[in-house]
């Protein structure tokens, strides 16, 4: 038996310059931290010849083309088994929809699995890359690659999405005080809400691939703030983190319509005049969890949770896509 897990994350600045019809022209650059919030994935020699798939679903085939689940189909295909003697199953933390990530962690933590059942290393780009192939050239998403690199990396993590698709990747220098106070006071909310990312991704790169200025300078300065937010947290400037990722939600609800709704909107206002030095939905939007950075927690959970918001409580991991166990 084999157990994988790779983390979720959170988006911490440049958000959506990490589709490749923005970073082919322009590159992109994004900070992601992973949290302690994870999709485990278990495999298991079963004695009879048949593909056992358990997610939401059950599936008992034959073959791996007969696999309805997409990534694990593709997946099996790309580290394929020699004989279908094979029980896959999956769990998380956190339901999908929530904009935490967790399809391309999901996605990682197969692969992961797949390669442990084979014996072979993988180095963590190339575990992201294979699962950026997978949902991005394979299945189409509209997606980017930040959740795929920060799912296989861990920590608190920049990504700079080059023209020519390489991806440098450096950790975010900060010092142990700053990295304690921004896991202290970044709290998490879901609003009830989930939602499937790829409509308004979908709209982002059309628009982008047709050259809509609009778009297209909207996301340079989504890429700025990304870079403050960078340099504000290696200089231990929370309080200035907070501010950008203010500017960044305000900008970001101007990029589709369906981005937000009264009621998020009305949950944010209410935590930026209880204590929320900033904040943004995460995820691509339209639902799933508020973020805020405060230093006043006990006042902003009290107000959070009076207006009906449950509160996960988050810590960052470093250890990025894992193998738990194997016997």
């Known amino acids: 038996m084999i157990i994988t897990r790779s983390p979720l994350r959170i988006s911490l600045g440049g958000g959506g310059t990490d589709l490749a019809s923005y970073y082919r022209e322009h590159s992109g650059f994004v900070i992601s931290a992973a949290i302690d919030k994870f999709v485990y994935i278990t495999l298991h020699d079963t004695f009879e010849q048949q593909f056992i ?52 962690s999901f996605t990682v933590a197969l692969l992961r699995a797949l390669h442990a059942h084979h014996k072979d290393f993988v180095p963590r780009e190339q575990l ?69 990312a790829s409509s308004i991704l979908s709209e982002q790169d059309t628009r982008t691939r047709s050259g809509d200025a609009g778009m297209v300078n909207h996301l340079h300065q989504i890429k700025r703030f990304g870079y403050e937010s960078k340099a504000a947290l290696e200089a231990g400037d929370l309080r200035g983190f907070a501010e950008i990722m203010h500017r960044h939600w305000e900008l970001k609800k101007q990029r589709s319509g369906a981005m937000t709704n009264s009621r998020i909107d009305e949950c944010y206002d209410v935590a930026r005049a209880n204590g929320a030095l900033g904040g943004k939905l995460i995820g691509a939007g339209g639902g799933g969890f508020l973020m805020f950075y405060t230093e006043d927690k006990t006042r902003l959970r009290r107000v959070m949770r009076e207006a009906g918001l449950r509160e996960v409580r988050i810590r960052f991991d470093f250890d990025g896509a894992s193998l738990v166990s194997r016997s």
């Open 53 to 104: 798939i358990k997610y939401s679903k059950t599936e008992l085939v034959q073959s791996v083309d007969e696999i309805r689940h997409p990534i694990i189909r593709e997946a099996l295909k790309l580290a394929p088994v020699s004989v279908p003697h094979l029980e896959v199953v999956s769990m998380s933390d956190i339901p999908a929809g929530t904009g935490l990530g967790s399809s391309s």
């Open 128 to 196: 992201a890359e294979e699962a950026c192939h997978i949902e991005i050239d394979l299945l189409r998403e509209p997606i980017g690659k930040q959740d795929q690199y920060i799912s296989a990396f861990g920590g608190i993590t920049s990504f700079l999405f080059n023209p020519d698709g390489r991806v440098v990747v450096q950790p975010v220098q900060m010092s142990s005080e700053a990295l304690y106070n921004l896991e202290d006071n970044l709290l998490l909310f879901f609003t009830g809400f989930t939602r499937a």
